[in-house]
């Protein structure tokens, strides 16, 4: 069951409060703050996402990719047949969250190829099975979906439609069991999709926006699954809160320009928020390493101490960074200097947090 939590958004600061102490995504936010908010701000505020405690962080580019594409599921729920969660559940696999070059380039979610009924539209190439593959490119993401459905259409799929549209589970299995996918795990991926990210909520209790309509299907489509798109769910990185303020943590090879790229930021902005100066925003970062994506505090918070007792190899950075506070104001609070901010302080000081 998932942990119930309410969160206020403060436009004084910029930042997000919650009660119990879990991250969640807000539900309240009126539509006119979302143009004012980045788009990292925007991933935090998407409207339909339960909240889930922090040590359970969900990927960003998937609540993205959920909030913008969700509608166009149930719609075709409600005029196809096609389950919102699965439609949703491929989408963000087969497209890695939007991200892959098909979706990016060609709005081309599904792999959907050029092959089929006099195909005049765009076209996007990729090896595939052959150097060069015609993949079609869309004028719009609708227009991917709409394919889909005409391919889950085609007489092959027919078992689908005899199951209920609640039975995401009978729809991920009976996909794979008709050959959607040659991946053994395809199912599986699809459900563990679908469950973490509740997604089954879109199969019931949504507002009635469209009748039955009838979809022939599309015999001639032709699609495929890039081999890359099977990386695991958390691939992306997860917003998690430390020390009250949410943050990713960095994976091998990240620099501070990629993560800002990922969330929409601009590299400045986040290098400014870690206290490193923006020439570092390509420097590769260690992995492990505490990436916050808000401004951190003038001093921690009360749940902690209050006193930092310094370890071998400790800095006024690597302590600014555990707290979450702002090197300029540890220093200021200490008597120390920021020009030798990443120089190893001696073992046992007592370093004062507020």
């Given amino acids: 069951m998932a942990t119930q939590c309410f969160c206020k958004y403060s436009e004084s600061r910029e930042q997000y409060k919650e009660e119990p102490a879990h991250f969640c995504i807000a539900k ?29 962080g969900k990927s960003a580019a998937y609540l993205e990719y959920i909030e913008k594409y ?42 959907i190829k050029c092959h089929g009924r006099a195909w005049n539209g765009g076209k996007i190439y990729a090896d595939d099975d052959a150097p060069d593959e015609c993949f079609r490119s869309y004028r719009s993401a609708d227009d991917s979906f709409e394919d889909h459905a005409r391919f889950l ?27 959607y996918a040659t991946d053994k795990r395809y199912a599986d991926k699809l459900i563990d999709i679908i469950e973490t990210y509740e997604l089954y909520r879109y199969d019931t209790g949504q507002p009635v926006i469209a009748k039955p309509k009838y979809l022939e299907g599309d015999e001639s489509l032709e699609h495929s699954i890039d081999s890359q798109i099977f990386e695991e769910i958390t ?21 501070y320009s990629s993560i800002a790229e990922e969330f929409g930021m601009k590299a400045r902005r986040l290098t400014s928020f870690n206290d490193l100066s923006w020439r570092k925003r390509n420097d590769e970062i260690t992995p492990g390493s505490i990436v916050y994506i808000e401004e951190k505090r003038d001093a921690a918070t009360n749940h902690d101490t209050g006193i930092h007792v310094t370890r071998t190899g400790d800095t006024s950075y690597s302590i600014s960074q555990q707290y979450g506070i ?22 046992g000081l007592k370093i004062r947090l507020r």
């Fill in 326 to 347: 702002k090197l300029k104001s540890l220093c200021k609070i200490n008597r120390l200097s920021t020009s030798n901010s990443h120089r190893s302080l001696k073992a």
């Fill in 235 to 255: 691939s992306a990185h997860d917003i998690v809160k430390r020390n009250g303020l949410y943050c990713v943590i960095a994976k091998s090879g990240d620099s």
């Fill in 70 to 111: 969700h509608r166009i599921a149930v719609l075709h729920q409600q005029q196809y047949g096609i389950p919102a969660s699965i439609t949703l559940a491929q989408g963000l696999l087969e497209s890695r969250a939007g991200r892959s070059r098909l979706a990016v380039q060609g709005n081309n979610h599904f792999g």
């Fill in 153 to 179: 259409k085609q007489r092959r799929y027919a078992p689908l439609f005899k199951l209920k549209v609640t039975d995401y589970k009978g729809w991920a299995r009976t996909l794979r069991q008709c050959g």
């Fill in 28 to 56: 309240t936010l009126p539509i006119s703050h979302h143009k004012k908010l980045s788009r990292f701000w925007l991933i935090l505020a998407i409207c339909t996402i339960a909240c889930v405690p922090a040590a359970q």
